[in-house]
Structure formats: C-alpha cells, structure tokens
C-alpha cells in the first residue's frame, strides 16, 4: 500500500492557466547578395611599341578583378585575355591592325557593366620614327642618370656635411676638457703651492676628481669612434695614477675628508 499526503490549497478555485504570448521568427533562409559592381569609367589606350597598354578607374570595392577582353568590333564578340586585379593591362603584339577591347569589372562573381575602347601598337613606319624612338630612349636613360647622379652627390654631400658637424663637436668638447684639465691643474699648483690640502680646498679638487670619473666612459666611446685607443689607454693610465696617489693623502686626515686639512706628500 502507497501513502498519499494531502495538501489544503484553501477553499477558493485553482487559478486559471494563463495563456503565452505568441512569438513569431523568420524561418526563410536569407541570401547573401554581394554588392553589384559600379560602372567602369575612364577606360583608356595608349600605344605602345608592339602594344597597347590599358588603363581605367579602379572600382571601390574589396576583390574587384577586371575581365579583359578583345574583339573585332564595339560591340563584340570579345575573347577573353586576362583577368587582373590591377586597373592597368598591357597587350602585346606586333600586329598594326587596330583592335576594340572590353575591361569589365567582377566583384565575387557579379559581373558589372564595362567599357570598350579602341586602341592599336604603335607602328615604326620609317627610319626616321625609329631613329626619334631612340633618341627618346637615350633621353629618357639620361635624365634617369642625371637624377641617379644628382641624388647621389647629394646624399654623399649631406654625410660630409655631418662628418665635419660631428668632427667640429668633438674638437669642441675635446677644447672644453682641455680647458678643464688645464683649470683643474692652475688650482692643484695652489694647492702643492703651501705642502697642505685646507679644508677649503677639498669640495673643489672633490668635484674635479669625480668630473674626471664621470667622463672617463665618454671619453672613452671617442676614442674608439676616431680610433685613438693608444692616446686613452695613456689618459687612462694617467687617472689610474692620480686614483692611486691621492689614497696615500691621509694624514692627518684623507684627502676627501672636509673636516680637516691633509698634508701632501
């Protein structure tokens, strides 16, 4: 036997069903429609030896290709020669006869509307005509040299020019540290002048002492950048042994020590 509990819901009626809201949806599929391509303008032919070489506006749309195409007549049939994605296309043959050609564009396989255009090689009829296309070749080869020429005179005049700047800041801060060197040596003479170091003196000669440390990398990057290593492995040297004398000034107290003088030895 099952046991049923019982629940008391009250006396009232069960509340009635309320009913949903209908809800309604597009079951068709919708078909991509790529874009329709514009009309191709400014379609244009220009002779060439052995050709002739296309060009139009190039459509605004990503993934246009231009279908072109040759034909006997305005209106067609056209043969088909290529497909770019450039709006350019040179046709090369050495056939004179004129020819009409057809550029059509196509973006994702939609075919948009073309142009035609007439257009034929250019012909050397006569000695004269090639002897005028070689002065033009030989005129356009030279005014490629000169501008090749030019461009480089300038560019190696632009190096020397930065060459002496350099060279002129260098002369420059090495004048400067020479002027340096010489002011910092007039004040060692005053101080070697009296056998002490006072304790006036210290902050100065501690100042030039680090300035000398501080510079000693660029110094040295100058020296490599102009190839003078044997002149800074002296320089160097010299520093070494004013480094190593300056620690024996300690009586009675050290040289760098401003709270008293310091005899020198």
């Known amino acids: 036997m099952r046991r ?9 009626p069960l509340p009635a069903q309320t009913p949903p809201a209908a809800r309604f949806a597009p079951w068709l599929v919708q078909v991509y429609a790529p874009p329709q391509p514009p009309v191709l303008t400014g379609l244009a032919a220009t002779p060439v030896v052995d050709g002739v070489l296309l060009d139009w506006t190039p459509v605004p749309l990503s993934g246009a290709v231009y279908v072109v195409g040759i034909g006997e ?41 073309g142009a035609t255009v007439e257009g034929a090689p250019k012909v050397i009829a006569s000695d004269e005509d090639l002897i005028e296309l070689q002065r033009q070749i030989d005129e356009a080869n030279q005014l490629r040299f000169d501008g090749d020429s030019k461009e480089a005179s300038d560019r190696a005049d632009q190096i020397a020019a930065e060459a002496l700047q350099r060279q002129q800041q260098i002369d420059a801060e090495r004048a400067a540290r020479q002027a340096a060197v010489a002011a910092a040596q007039e004040r060692i003479n005053t101080i070697l002048s009296d056998s002490i170091i006072s304790a006036d003196e210290k902050p100065q000669l501690i100042r030039d002492y680090q300035a000398l440390l501080n510079e000693l990398p660029g110094i040295e990057a100058e020296a490599q950048l102009s190839e003078a290593t044997e002149q800074f492995d002296a320089y160097k040297a010299a520093v ?4 190593d004398y300056l620690a024996t000034l300690s009586d009675p107290v050290p040289w760098n020590d401003t709270s008293g003088f310091t005899y020198i030895k």
Do not use: K
């Open 240 to 243: 070494d042994d004013l480094t």
């Open 73 to 113: 007549a305005q209106d067609g049939p056209f043969t088909e020669l290529a497909q770019v994605d450039v709006p350019r296309y040179l046709y090369s043959n050495a056939d004179a006869a004129a020819r009409w050609f057809s550029v059509t564009p196509s973006v994702r396989g939609v075919l948009g509307v």
């Open 4 to 12: 049923v509990t019982l629940i008391d819901l009250g006396a009232g």
